[in-house]
């Protein structure tokens, strides 16, 4: 069984580093038509990048956290919105399994090559008991990669009747509902800066009927049932966020380094890779990358080991872990930040791969789970703590 994960980990970090110079050619008809084309969706589907964290006894690879977000970081080099859409998608199979039964997830991820779940994480809508069931409606934006998604994950808040049901402490409830993605209309809504590639549209269900096995509480709520210790830690995904601006910046980087090379300055009449301070701001984009990546593989395989133990993780891992996430999204766009001032006019042009970059990067920075405010939470843990959130 070992054997079989390591060689699907390497399978599928050889199939990310082999589809790179494709992904690249693509990524300006990507960023124009705001989706990603269908054969190359498809390509991505069948290499099991969609559900690589799904567990092997569901039909999936079962691959560790450390080869998903390599995965996530190689595919964000060559384009940030392949990398994005490929993470939520991963994201959301993840924790759609930790909480199905065999039965249940076989015949939702059957044939799994052809799978691919997004949906929305917040409740924005209505789930009503009703005989047998849910109904389920309502509007959930950010939908990266709808237009090609087979199936929904919505949360919702849950209603009897007209009166909202409450969990265990008193608050309003809620939980996540599957549905067929024909169940939805898609809204064009999502005209934006950066990452336009993913697609990430609002949609709307009007009173689709789900299942009660279709349905569980969302990952920060709960712990998961199953008996793999894979799912032992649900917030592990979180780090496959930060893998998206750390393949954008590695990318600028490579950019800038590239554009020193080939441009003069006119001035001194030698090419700018001479030049002291743009020297000196490679070097500051290197460390920033370097240092930041270093500590989250780093963090990650602490988490491994103590996961593959079958141990709890202390509350000074859950802090590194926590921290290490937004920190590489910081530092990475620090990093694309320092490489575009530097390259100057030259990548204020749409034409300069610097642009995209810089867009991109800030864009993936504003997802929630990875804003400066929640170094809060690492700083709670590491105090000794429970954090605010319970994504770690």
């Not at 209505?126 to 309502?138: D, E, F, I, M, P």
């Not at 300069?352 to 864009?363: E, G, I, Q, V």
Request: glycine share 6%; aromatic share 8%; charged share 15%.
């Amino acid at each position: 069984m070992r054997s079989a994960s390591i060689n699907a980990s390497e399978q599928l970090l050889m199939t990310a580093q082999a589809l790179l110079p494709r992904i690249q050619s693509l990524a300006v008809e990507i960023e124009q038509q705001r989706s990603l084309p269908a054969a190359l969706t498809k390509e991505l589907a069948e290499a099991g990048f969609f559900i690589m964290g799904v567990a092997r006894a569901m039909g999936g690879p079962e691959a560790d956290p450390i080869t998903a977000t390599r995965v996530i970081e190689t595919l964000s080099m060559a384009d940030g919105a392949t990398g994005w859409v490929t993470m939520i998608a991963a994201t959301a199979s993840f924790w759609s399994t930790a909480f199905l039964t065999d039965e249940v997830a076989c015949q939702l991820f059957a044939p799994a090559t052809k799978v691919m779940m997004v949906g929305g994480t917040i409740p924005h809508g209505r789930a009503v008991k009703t005989a047998g069931g849910y109904r389920l409606s309502g509007q959930w934006p950010f939908a990266s990669g709808c237009q090609q998604a087979t199936w929904l994950a919505s949360s919702a808040w849950v209603f009897e009747h007209d009166v909202p049901l409450l969990d265990a402490k008193g608050q309003p409830a809620w939980a996540v509902f599957l549905t067929p993605a024909t169940a939805c209309r898609i809204l064009d809504t999502w005209h934006v800066t950066g990452l336009r590639g993913t697609g990430s549209h609002d949609y709307v269900i009007d009173d689709a009927f789900v299942p009660p096995h279709h349905s569980f509480p969302h990952p920060t709520q709960a712990s998961s049932p199953r008996p793999e210790r894979h799912y032992a830690c649900l917030g592990v995904v979180i780090a496959w966020l930060p893998a998206v601006p750390l393949g954008i910046a590695r990318a600028a980087v490579e950019a800038f380094k590239h554009l020193l090379h080939t441009k003069q300055d006119r001035r001194a009449n030698r090419p700018l890779a001479k030049d002291a301070e743009k020297q000196r701001a490679v070097a500051q984009a290197e460390v920033l990358v370097g240092s930041a990546r270093a500590y989250l593989y780093e963090t990650l395989t602490q988490v491994r080991a103590v996961i593959q133990a079958g141990e709890s993780l202390s509350m000074t891992l859950r802090g590194q872990l926590r921290g290490a996430c937004t920190h590489a999204v910081l530092a990475s766009i620090q990093a694309v930040d320092t490489a575009y001032t530097a390259a100057g006019g030259t990548a204020i042009y749409a034409r300069s791969p610097l642009d995209r970059y810089f867009r991109d990067a800030h864009t993936a920075a504003a997802h929630v789970a990875v804003q400066p405010a929640t170094l809060t939470d690492a700083g709670r843990l590491f105090l000794g703590l429970e954090p605010l959130s319970r994504y770690v």
